[in-house]
């Protein structure tokens, strides 16, 4: 059974900080691409930032260097580092891993408002 855990998402005064975990059960970590997404209501669901199992890491035009994805394969997690953070960044954070099959967590809310 394959299980995709998100954690840390919360509320957050704008230009402020927050890390999103997610922590993956029942697959092979080291082998998937992981990402995240989130969707905001209203619109659809976008790529935030990915990580594949080498290390190499895409992101967002929206989120350039204000956000860093990062995984330990030691742990079966992925991080996301958000610092800065905007109003518009306000949305669903899903955590997701891409590889012979595609999985999704629930996803963990992301509030920045003052």
């Known amino acids: 059974q394959v299980q995709l855990v998100e954690s840390g998402g919360g509320l957050v005064q704008p230009g402020g900080s927050m890390r999103l975990s997610c922590a993956a059960s029942g697959i092979i970590f080291r082998l998937y691409t992981m990402g995240w997404y989130r969707q905001a209501p209203g619109k659809q669901r976008e790529l935030v930032a990915s990580?594949?199992?080498?290390?190499?890491?895409n992101y967002a035009d929206s989120v350039k260097g204000r956000f860093s994805i990062s995984r330990d394969n030691a742990k079966n997690t992925v991080y996301l580092q958000m610092n800065s953070l905007k109003p518009e960044d306000t949305a669903v954070y899903y955590c997701?891993?891409?590889?012979?099959?595609?999985?999704w967590g629930q996803g963990t809310q992301v509030i920045v408002s003052s």
């Open positions: 997701h891993a891409g590889g012979d099959y595609d999985y």
């Open positions: 990580i594949i199992s080498g290390g190499s890491t």
